[in-house]
Each structure stands twice: as C-alpha cells, then as structure tokens.
C-alpha cells in the first residue's frame, strides 16, 4: 500500500510532501519541506524507515545547502552516524521528530497504540532545522479521545492537542501544521 500526505505550516510559507509505502517488511516515509523557522527559509528532504512495529531503523535528512545527517538504530533504542560510530547521546531513542514535519508524531502514536490511554513519557532523537544537530528530547503523548493526543514536551514548556486520522497521521497540529489532502 502507498500513500500521499501533504501538511502546510499554519502560519507563514511552506509546503510538506509526504509519499509513505507499507512494504512486506518495512514501512518507508519519503518527504520533501520547504518553509520559514523563523531563522529563515529552509528546504530538506527525509527518509524514515520503520520496521512493522513502527520501529525506526534508518533517518537521512538532507538540507539544502548541504548539511546532512544519517542515523540507524537497532529498533531498540541503540544508534550509529553514517561513519558507524555509535551515538550514546541517543541511547533509549525509539523514534525521532524532525522539527519541521508532523508526520514525525505518527511514529510514537502508531508504535505505542493503546500504551496511550496513559501519558507515556518517551525519549526521542529530535532533529532541528536548517542545523541537523541531533540531540536527545522528552515528549509525553496521551490519548484523550479517538482521533485526539496531546503531545507535550516533557518539560512542560510547550503542549498541543494533534487531530489525527485513522492511521495517525496528523490532520490538524494546531498553530503548527494542518493536512491539506485526505486520502
């Protein structure tokens, strides 16, 4: 199964394509954001690949301009760069969140399923744009209804109700990003 996506910000320019396939035993996120941070305009290009369990196994970003950052994991929370080298700082990292997408919220909602009838604390390699510097983050989901998370950082500084569909994907991520199609 293949399916397209496309988010724009809710306030400023941008535009996110998003082509996902459900592959015999991988799931594959292909995507391509043009948009403002607010430290300027920025462009890049992402690849997810996710074992069934919703796992993530490799994340490439490339920016325009020519940074870019590759990462693979065991799916266990265990992650090496490009080079191979082994990126501690990661440790217990199941998903990540690329700063300029929603889709990156999909991952934990579709991983831990019903685990989130509960707030569910998780850590999580979070990418920023335009520098790619990873970094180790806490975020916390809880299901509040069917089609409703909310997503808070874990340190209280910042929290949104996401709409998401039957698949969890987002629809809405309120003042930051709205779906502009629907499959």
């Given at each position: 199964?293949?399916?397209?996506?496309?988010?724009?910000?809710?306030?400023?320019?941008?535009?996110?394509h998003?082509?996902?396939?459900?592959?015999?035993?991988?799931?594959?996120?292909?995507?391509?954001?043009?948009?403002?941070?607010?430290?300027g305009?920025?462009?890049?290009?992402?690849?997810?690949?996710?074992?069934?369990?919703w796992?993530?196994?490799?994340?490439?970003?490339?920016?325009?301009?020519?940074?870019?950052?590759?990462?693979?994991?065991?799916?266990?929370?265990?992650w090496?760069?490009?080079?191979?080298?082994?990126?501690?700082?990661?440790?217990?990292?199941?998903?990540?969140?690329?700063?300029?997408?929603?889709?990156?919220?999909?991952?934990?909602i579709?991983?831990?399923?019903?685990?989130?009838?509960?707030?569910?604390?998780?850590?999580?390699?979070?990418?920023?744009?335009?520098?790619?510097?990873?970094?180790?983050a806490?975020?916390?989901?809880?299901?509040?209804?069917a089609?409703?998370?909310?997503?808070?950082?874990?340190?209280?500084?910042?929290?949104?109700?996401?709409?998401?569909?039957?698949?969890?994907?987002?629809?809405?991520?309120?003042?930051?990003?709205?779906?502009?199609?629907?499959?």
């Amino acid at each position: 199964m293949q399916q397209s996506y496309r988010w724009r910000p809710e306030e400023g320019p941008g535009l996110e394509h998003l082509h996902l396939a459900y592959r015999e035993d991988v799931i594959v996120a292909d995507a391509v954001v043009i948009g403002d941070r607010g430290d300027g305009a920025f462009g890049c290009s992402y690849r997810i690949c996710c074992d069934l369990g919703w796992r993530v196994r490799s994340l490439e970003v490339h920016a325009a301009g020519g940074a870019s950052l590759v990462l693979t994991s065991d799916g266990n929370g265990h992650w090496h760069d490009g080079d191979g080298r082994r990126q501690p700082q990661l440790d217990g990292c199941i998903d990540v969140d690329i700063a300029a997408t929603p889709f990156t919220n999909t991952l934990p909602i579709r991983r831990l399923g019903a685990a989130l009838a509960q707030r569910s604390i998780i850590a999580v390699a979070y990418v920023p744009l335009p520098s790619l510097k990873v970094e180790r983050a806490e975020q916390a989901y809880t299901r509040l209804a069917a089609g409703r998370y909310l997503y808070e950082n874990a340190d209280g500084s910042f929290e949104s109700e996401l709409e998401v569909d039957a698949d969890g994907l987002v629809l809405r991520y309120p003042s930051l990003f709205a779906r502009l199609d629907t499959p």
